[in-house]
């Protein structure tokens, strides 16, 4: 039920308090509206108790595990929401003077320097305000760089197929034409593949690396080199950083350019759409091309670098310093793990990854593949399950739910049929995954026994399950007045 | 398995058949809608475009994810299916019924080099693996 549905003509805040009308007899009367501002007209606990209800019905990290693969559903330590919201940092104006801001300023050149040493690269700019925003930005001044050195003849991104689609997205939306290259048995890059595309049309490569595949690229000293060869320059996806973090550097991989998704590795708020938060970092040869304002400190003195400064820079993304509050959060959060901590995020989130592999594997799960180590996150293919049963991925996920816990992803990587990607996150016990595996276990044994009430499910949620087809088809998103 | 023989086939999954007219039909195959399930949006080539051999000229959507679709072979696109912008679910109901652009090939002999029905067979038994 929406808002508006609550609502009853004339209902206001206080129904017991006198309205006091507000005086606006010094507007001119043609700027006044003729027509009421449309708002819901409830009363300030119809409000309260709506917004309530709807935040009980949500599945959250808050309340829920969350192994939603490849997005690093973390916990978020309320120490970080806590300063970040310390009133000296709501209350700043992003246009104040800098020298009223050293604070904020000396909190970002920080976190500038932690996020350039965690990846090898020679300059963070913190500006992009989503993981999309960050790729689009690093493939910009990919394109920058060549156009500097009249370098025009490079038209072509090389994009493993197990790529994110915002990959050849970015590409796309910045003039690129998309090659996709193959991924072999093992889950790695095909090396032929890449070889074979290779040439001086290529301007770069995209790899994640841990790949959506939950595998380390073994190969990817010698990816590095055949693209630095043939003259392409490499972007690094940072969703699966986590799995690496403090254990190997981007930078000494031979990444050129690289976008750290804040709200994945540094745990700062992830889901209802953001705000996400993606810096970018880059080698030496982008530096003069990084996205503005950058902080720089001279003598003690925190300061921004503007177009002024960086003088080649592709611009500014937001008005001002990206998610300013976000960064802030992240900035916290990669002071209390410290470097020691940093290693620690990696080893945990790769235990748990593995150990949760090897359950559920043990529970007779299909690993998709099963020869690898896990970086941070596996895939189960329950293909064969579906050959016998009927029972699809897309029913198991929506039986978790009814079991309690937030559905692995679904039906991505795309090469991967009927697939489960699943993440758990270094903040997760043992005793969750357990308690999970138990779970998994018995959908598994409702498939064979039950498996037309597994294709029914959810049956404990507060929607059942939804026509999704139905909705795809029949957009229906704005609520109208009737 | 529904494969028909009177049809070429591609590995990307589409069909093409070849009308009396000289154009070809190309839709994509029942193995391909399975694997895609519910579609929910269809997006084909504008009619008078010209496509080389295995450019992306089409998207295929369903609930699940979306899909490309390849040019099987060279030519220009002389006609699109009307109906699959407001009935989608056509293909799923029928793939080969269901079609989704036509074209007039530059070399109508680079058919040969297309799949039939029993090497796209082979094609899917061995996705299977």
Redesign the interface.
Known sequence: MLIFEHARPGRRNYSQSPAAAAKIDDIPQNLLRKVPLLLPEVSEMDAVRHYTRLSQKNFSIDTQFYPLGSCTMKYNPRACNSLAMLPQFLARHPRAPESTGQGFLACMYELQEILKDVTGMAGVSLTPMAGAQGELIGIAMIRAYHESRGDSARTEIIVPDAAH?TNPATAVMCGYKVVEIATDKEGDVDMDALKAAVGPQTAGLMLTNPSTLGVFEKNVAEMSKIVHQAGGLLYYDGANLNAILGKVKPGDMGFDVIHINLHKTFSTPHGGGGPGSAPVGVAERLLPFMPVPVVASENGVYRWLTEKEIPQSIGRLSAHMGNAGVLLRAYVYVRLLGAEGMHRVADFAALNANYLMAELSKAGFEIAYPTRRASHEFIVTLKDLKEKTGVTA?NVAKRLLDKGYHAPTT?FP?LV?ECLLIEPAETESKETLDAFVVSMKEILEEAHTQPEMVKGAPYNTPVRKLD??KA??ELDLAWKQT | MIIPSNLKYTKSHEWVRLEDDGTVTIGITQHAQELLGDMVFVETPDAGRKLKQGEECAVVESVKAAADVYAPIAGEVTAVNPDLESAPEKINQDAYAAWLFKLRPVNTADLNNLLDAAGYQKILESEED
């Open positions: 689609g897309m039906y795309l049929p999704d087809v795809a088809r």
